[in-house]
């Protein structure tokens, strides 16, 4: 009886760390010899999942996509101003986010911050932030509905690669809006509510 109730109780271990680690993708990523060359390793199957190096701004530098099995790549960034950088890592379920400073010298900080919603749309103060790569270049919908369920605005885009937009919110009447990107694949969902 002892010995069962030990199993369970390793079982239960087991996968209370497995379900940890179901919080966002495992990777890696680290400064290179040369202090200006990163480094990003994965062992597990990250299919379906994009990486893009940002600037401040949030523009895009450089864009990968991922295939299956583990993936390895150095990144040289020799020729970036000083300044920080922002290297993401996501897919339509998680977002894995690193903030990386560039001084001088090279490499000086880099943070790890993980947001478990879709990078597709996301919202900080009165704006969403759409941004979608859009790997057969198909058709994509974005609609905006307001509170009443009404559509107020929409958009379509064709044979786009990547696909980024802003929707301004601030000065917009008061109540919730949402946001609905359709890819004739998936669908993402993000409102956001005026006050």
């Known amino acids: 009886m002892k010995t069962i109730l030990r199993n369970i109780a390793v079982l239960a271990i087991t996968l209370i760390g497995t379900s940890a680690f179901a919080n966002g ?20 199957n990250l ?14 530098i ?37 903030s990386i400073v560039l001084d001088d010298k090279g490499i000086n900080k880099i943070a790890k911050n993980t947001n478990m919603e879709s990078p597709v749309l996301r919202i900080s103060g009165d704006k969403v ?40 919110f601030q000065g917009a009447y008061t109540g919730d809006y949402t946001v609905i990107v359709e890819d004739g694949k998936h669908e993402y969902r993000k409102t956001i509510s005026v006050q």
């Open 129 to 168: 932030y759409f941004n979608l790569f859009n790997e057969d270049q198909g058709l994509v919908k974005v609609k905006i509905r307001n509170g009443n369920n009404e559509e107020i605005d929409s958009q379509v885009f064709n044979g786009e690669l990547t696909l980024g937009k802003v929707f301004n």
């Open 62 to 98: 450089h864009f990968d996509k991922i295939g299956e099995g583990n993936y390895q790549k150095r990144y040289n960034l020799k020729n970036l101003q000083v300044g920080t950088y922002f290297f993401k890592v996501n897919n339509r379920d998680s977002e894995v986010t690193y």
């Open 25 to 44: 993708p495992v990777i890696d990523l680290s400064v290179g010899n040369d202090p200006r060359t990163l480094l990003f390793a994965t062992s597990e």
């Open 47 to 60: 299919e379906d999942t994009q990486i893009s190096l940002m600037d401040s701004k949030e523009e895009i």
